[in-house]
């Protein structure tokens, strides 16, 4: 009964200031970040790419599946099948972490 309560709760307040924290802007949930233009740029670009990446993934297994080649780009990987739901949520997740290196490398201020 209690956890009927609490899990929503706690989730309402993680959707409201987990983006501030991912882009850096004020708008979501009143967390100051003190990001400048810079690390909000790289963030931006590091959401876009985390979920063009999972698009691209998603029209992937979609093909597969709508032809019946196999299970799609996962295979026979146990724990995609038994938790899509949380595997897609690990593969956004880090595709975001890796994007953000990939973009903060590219944007740095220190040139050579």
């Not at 929503?8 to 100051?32: Q, S």
């Not at 931006?44 to 019946?68: E, Y």
């Amino acid at each position: 009964m209690l956890v009927k309560i609490i899990v929503p709760f706690l989730m309402g307040l993680i959707a409201f200031f987990i983006p501030a924290l991912f882009t850096g802007n004020k708008e979501y949930g009143g967390v100051n970040t003190k990001d400048d233009e810079r690390s909000r740029l790289i963030k931006h670009k590091a959401i876009a790419g985390s979920w063009i990446f999972m698009l691209i993934l998603f029209i992937f297994s979609t093909t597969f599946d709508f032809f019946n080649l196999s299970n799609g780009p996962l295979g026979n990987f146990q724990f995609a099948t038994d938790h899509p739901s949380l595997f897609y949520l690990i593969i956004l997740v880090c595709s975001y972490f890796v994007y953000y290196i990939i973009y903060s490398k590219r944007l740095s201020s220190n040139e050579k």
